[in-house]
Antibody
């Protein structure tokens, strides 16, 4: 049974880069038929999809964040990461990683989520 | 980008009640709608996929309906353990988008 766990600094200074890692247990990010996403939820607001990296290494980002986001696979095949540059207070949120399913070339929704990690942007 | 309008944002129910949560899409998304349940500090759990398919292991008290732009999550015979945050996700097109979420309280 696949489980996901987010990790990284809980506090980031304005203008710096937020870096988070998602560790996948019970599976590998290079396994076929899956893509790996990041999502966030600012305090009191709804969920926002950030982007994904697929098992082939292809990426897709939310246009609202595209200029600042990089999602990549870690050196360990059971990790993928998120980097968000030039952060401001508006980037304060709970950040989640999640797995999505690809079947027949079609991207289905997210089926497994991590429990989230809180990141605060403040000096 | 597809906008999802979820309602209500908060609801209170009594054990044994039936509740309905709505999610309306800004344009036709076929059946590309998932529903999730999340308790504070826990991972979200997929409960309904493709608008109407119950995920294995989820009690049949949960059901989904709808197609196109109007979708509903129904919970029958509410139990105390159903208290949670419920949200919808459209996976018809990127960027994926979510409903605003519904906090369900059990009296």
């Amino acid at each position: 049974q696949v489980q996901l766990q987010e990790s990284g600094p809980g506090l980031v200074k304005p203008s710096e880069t937020l870096s988070l890692t998602c560790t996948v247990s019970g599976g590998s990010v290079s396994s076929g038929n899956y893509f790996w996403s990041w999502i966030r939820q600012p305090p009191g607001k709804g969920l926002e999809w950030i982007g994904y990296i697929s098992y082939t290494g292809s990426t897709n980002y939310n246009p609202s964040l595209k200029s600042r986001v990089t999602i990549s696979v870690g050196t360990s095949k059971n990790q993928f990461s998120l980097k968000l540059s030039s952060v401001t207070a508006a980037d304060t949120a709970v950040y989640y990683c999640a797995r999505g399913v690809i079947q027949g070339g079609y991207y289905y929704g997210l089926d497994v989520w991590g429990q989230g990690t809180t990141v605060t942007v403040s000096s | 980008e597809t906008t999802l309008t979820q309602s209500p944002t908060f609801m209170s129910a009594t054990p044994g009640d039936r509740v309905n949560i709505s999610c309306k899409a800004s344009h036709d998304i076929d059946d590309d709608m998932n529903w999730y349940k999340q308790k504070p500090g826990e991972a979200a759990i997929l409960i309904i996929r493709e608008a109407t398919t119950l995920v294995p292991g989820i009690p049949p008290r949960f059901s989904g309906s709808g197609y196109g732009t109007d979708f509903t999550l129904t919970i029958n015979d509410i139990e105390s353990g159903d208290a949670a945050y419920y949200f919808c996700l459209q996976h018809d097109s990127f960027p994926y988008t979510f409903g605003q979420g519904t906090k369900l309280e059990i009296k």
